[in-house]
């Protein structure tokens, strides 16, 4: 997996999901308001500690986690 500078895991925080930059803001918590629509200055509004950078890079994560595993998807 690409190196991600602003997304950390710690055994001893949130049960060791990832997060942004070691607050207690889980990438999928952010990853949920987006595909919820939610645009990246409400989500700013929302989460005062949060960086534009800090989104772009869970969106970034979650692609990257995403092509790391085989994912069952319904055939048409």
Same mark, same amino acid.
């Given at each position: 997996m690409k190196q991600f500078n602003r997304i950390t895991v710690d055994p001893h925080q949130m049960?060791?999901?990832p997060c942004i930059r070691g %607050? !207690?803001?889980p990438v999928a918590t952010v990853i949920g308001m987006v595909s919820e629509g939610m645009t990246e200055p409400e989500i %700013?509004?929302?989460y005062p500690d949060l960086e534009l950078e800090d989104i772009r890079e869970a969106l !970034?994560?979650?692609a990257e986690a995403v092509r790391e595993r085989e994912l069952p998807v319904a055939g048409s």
């Open positions: 049960g060791g999901i %607050l !207690r803001i %700013l509004k929302a !970034r994560f979650a």
